[in-house]
C-alpha cells in the first residue's frame, strides 16, 4: 500500500502543472491510465481493510459477551507447528474463577432447594471450572478439611466482609496454613538487654531470651443460617449476596469471640499481671489508662498498626469519652474513617468499637502481636432441616486458633460499676 501510495503522489506531483516539457502525449496517457489503475486498487484495498476492522470489532464483542455471561466455549492454542502463525493463534480468555462462583452457587442453591430466576443448571464453562477446582483441591485439601470446595473468589468476599464488620478479628495477624501450626511466645529478655556501650565496643551482655513454643490445632467455628420458604425463589446475584452477607456476619462474630478468649486464655493469652482494674470501681481515669498503656511491651517485636482500645460503645461514650482534663475538655477525639469499627482516638491510640466485650471492659494493646492461623474455611453447604419446617441451613465452617506472641503486648482494663 505505502509502495502504490507513493507511485500515485509521483505522478500527481509530475503533472501537478500540465504535462510537463519533453512529455509526449502517447506517456501522458499511459502514466494517467497508471493513475487510475493505482486509485482504484487503494479504495479496493481501504474498503477491504475496514470491512476487515469491523469483522474483528463483532467478533471481539461477541466474544465478550460469551464471556460475561458464561457460554464461551474452551478452546486450546493452535500449534504453531502445524502451519499456523501467531496472529491465527485462539487462545482461551474465559474467566473461569467466575464460572466457578457461579457453578458453586447454583449447586448451593439445588442442594438448599432454592430455584434461581436464571435457572439452576450449569452451563459448559461453568461444569469444567467446577471439574478443574476439584482437581486442584484434590492436591490441596487434606483428609482433615472438609469435602466441601468453595471458590476462592466466594471465600475472599465473605473474609473481606468478616474483616469490614469485626475489629480485634480484623486487627490481628492472621495467616492461612493448612496444616500445623506453631505459635512461639516471646517470653521476656533475661539478660543482655540494649544497653550502653562505648563507640565500637561489643554488647557487654549476649542477649538471651526465653521462648514457648506451642502448637496450635484450631477451633471450629460452625454457624448456620436459616432460608425460610418465602426465600426459595431468588436471583443468582441477590442468593450471593445474602450468603456472603449472613455467613460472614455469623462466622466474623464467631472468630471475634476466639480471639477475646485467646486473650485472657492463662496458656496463650495476656500474662496475669496486665490483667487490673481501675483504682476507683465504675470511674476510669486518666491514670487508669497511663498505667494500662505503660504495661505493654513488645520485645522488639514489630507492631505497624501500634496500639489500639477496643471497647463496646456504651464503654466507649460513657467511659472512655468521659476522661477530661482540668478545663473539662475531653482528651478523646472524635475521629472517624473508612473503617465503620473506629471511633476515634485517644492519647494518640485509635479507639475501635469491639461490640463483643462486655461493659466496662476495655481492651488495649498491639493487635499484630496476636499471631492467628485460619486452617480451614471459610466453607459453605447446604443442609434441609429435618423439623419438618420447610426452611433450609446453610453452614458456614471455619477452623481458627490463635494466641499472643508477646505475653505483655496486650492489657485487658476493667472499669466494673460503682
Known amino acids: 500500500m505505502d509502495e502504490m501510495l507513493k507511485e500515485l503522489q509521483a505522478l500527481i506531483d509530475k503533472y501537478k502543472d500540465g504535462t510537463p516539457e519533453g512529455v509526449s502525449d502517447e506517456q501522458a496517457e ?22 476487515a476492522r469491523e469483522s474483528r470489532a463483532a467478533r471481539i464483542a461477541a466474544a465478550r459477551s460469551a464471556i460475561d455471561n458464561g457460554t464461551a466455549h474452551q478452546v486450546g492454542s493452535l500449534p504453531l507447528s502445524g502451519g499456523v502463525n ?51 483441591a484434590a492436591f490441596t485439601v487434606t483428609t482433615g478439611n472438609t469435602s466441601s470446595v468453595v471458590p476462592v473468589e466466594l471465600q475472599s468476599e465473605i473474609i473481606s466482609l468478616i474483616d469490614n464488620s469485626t475489629a480485634l478479628f480484623s486487627d490481628v495477624t492472621r495467616d492461612t496454613i493448612p496444616g500445623q501450626y ?22 557487654t551482655d549476649e542477649e538471651q531470651n526465653v521462648f ?43 472468630g471475634d469471640k476466639i480471639v477475646l478468649a485467646k486473650l485472657v486464655d492463662g496458656t496463650l493469652g495476656m500474662a496475669s499481671g496486665n490483667k487490673i482494674n481501675v483504682a476507683k470501681a465504675g470511674t476510669l481515669t486518666k491514670a487508669d489508662v497511663m498505667k494500662a498503656l505503660s504495661l505493654l511491651k513488645t520485645y522488639g517485636n514489630p507492631a505497624a498498626k501500634g496500639v489500639r482500645i477496643y471497647a463496646n460503645q456504651s464503654t466507649i461514650w460513657n467511659q472512655i469519652a468521659a476522661i477530661e482534663d482540668a478545663t473539662k475538655r475531653s482528651y478523646f477525639i472524635d475521629e472517624r474513617d473508612d473503617d465503620p469499627t473506629v471511633k476515634g482516638r485517644i492519647f494518640g ?16 494493646g498491639y493487635p499484630d502481636l496476636f499471631r492467628s492461623n485460619l486452617f480451614d474455611g471459610p466453607v459453605v453447604e447446604a443442609v434441609t432441616l429435618p423439623d419438618g419446617s420447610w426452611n433450609t441451613a446453610i453452614n458456614g465452617y471455619m477452623l481458627y486458633d490463635g494466641g499472643l506472641a508477646v505475653p505483655e503486648s496486650f492489657v485487658q482494663l476493667t472499669v466494673g460499676t460503682a
Do not use: W
Open 86 to 136: 501467531a496472529r491465527s493463534a485462539v487462545y482461551d480468555v474465559t474467566d473461569y474463577s467466575a464460572a466457578e462462583t457461579r457453578g458453586f452457587l447454583k449447586n448451593l442453591a439445588t442442594s438448599a432447594g432454592v430455584r434461581l430466576v436464571e435457572g439452576n443448571d450449569l452451563n459448559d464453562v461453568e461444569r469444567t471450572a467446577l471439574t478443574a477446582m476439584e482437581q486442584r
Open 212 to 254: 514457648d513454643h506451642i502448637t496450635l490445632t484450631g477451633d471450629e467455628i460452625k454457624k448456620t443460617v436459616k432460608l425460610s420458604r418465602k426465600m426459595m425463589i431468588q436471583s443468582l446475584d441477590s442468593f450471593r449476596t445474602y450468603i456472603n452477607r449472613e455467613v460472614s456476619a455469623r462466622c466474623g462474630v464467631a
Open 349 to 364: 491510640s485509635i479507639v475501635k468499637l469491639e461490640d463483643n466485650l462486655e461493659d466496662g471492659v476495655i481492651m488495649l
Open 182 to 203: 506453631e505459635l512461639v511466645r516471646h517470653k521476656s529478655i533475661t539478660k543482655g538487654d540494649a544497653a550502653k556501650t562505648a563507640e565500637g565496643a561489643a554488647p
Open 30 to 51: 499511459k502514466d494517467a491510465e497508471r493513475m487510475s489503475q493505482l486509485t482504484a486498487e487503494i479504495e479496493k484495498r481501504t474498503a477491504a481493510d475496514a470491512a
